[in-house]
């Protein structure tokens, strides 16, 4: 089956500066890839999402790269705000019969004033 | 429009007693999905709905957790007999039968067996 994994596992950045996180996924036929923010004791949040016909999305300040070759993608934040201060989660999935979405292991991100 | 609703919120029991738990997807979402998320993980699924039918389970204990979707809107997930280790919240999510879709996530149980 499919696994994700996710790094860096924490990551602190000072207000301003970009923060990466990187996941790479075992399954060639995963297709799918969201990311979701998780604010302390709250319920993870889609932020972005991308699939596997493109290379990269971006939306603000957020971007998403991927690489099916290497099978890894990224989350690129710029221009880090306090409240970017989160759970980042990515997932991959097959987008056939209902998405059975796969979830590495989670990145604290601190975004410090 | 309304989001995912569980019940109940936060749940403590002691080991080897049962529990359950119910989700209300959005309204028009086929597909439900139960996950498991012990602190510091990410969610793992445990079973998955499309309608009324079971789309995958293959990670769900089935020698004690059970779920149900009766008439392919509501569900409940029931532990019997609970252990240390179920300690964790969980969560239901929804989304629409289509691909590629957004699953959208309820607030979560927070399960404490002790």
């Known amino acids: 089956g499919e696994n994700v994994e996710q790094h860096p596992s924490t990551l602190s950045v000072q207000e301003g500066d970009s923060a990466v996180i990187k996941c790479t996924y075992s399954d060639s036929a995963s297709n799918y890839f969201p990311w979701y923010k998780q604010e302390l004791g709250k319920r993870p949040q889609l932020i972005i999402d991308i699939r596997s016909n493109v290379g990269e999305k971006k939306d603000q300040r957020i971007a998403v790269t991927l690489n099916k070759t290497a099978k890894h993608f990224s989350l690129h934040i710029t221009e880090t705000q306090p409240e970017d201060s989160a759970v980042y989660f990515c997932?991959?999935?097959?987008?056939?019969?209902?998405?059975?979405?796969?979830f590495g292991p989670g990145t604290r991100l601190s975004v410090l004033p | 429009e309304a989001g995912v609703a569980q019940s109940p919120r936060y749940k403590i029991i002691e080991k080897r007693q049962s529990v359950a738990f119910w989700c209300n997807p959005i309204?028009?979402?086929?597909?439900l999905y139960w996950y498991q998320q012990i602190l510091g993980q990410g969610p793992k699924l445990l079973i998955q709905?499309?309608?009324?039918?079971?789309?995958?389970d293959s990670q769900l204990p089935k020698d004690r957790f059970s779920a149900e979707r009766l008439k392919g809107v509501d569900s409940t997930l029931k532990i019997q007999p609970a252990k240390l280790e179920d300690s964790a919240v969980y969560l239901c999510a929804s989304s629409l039968v289509a691909v590629f879709n957004e699953q959208f996530f309820g607030p979560g149980t927070r399960l404490t067996v002790l």
């Open positions: 709905f499309q309608n009324n039918g079971v789309v995958d």
């Open positions: 309204s028009g979402h086929a597909t």
């Open positions: 997932a991959a999935s097959r987008a056939l019969g209902g998405q059975n979405f796969v």
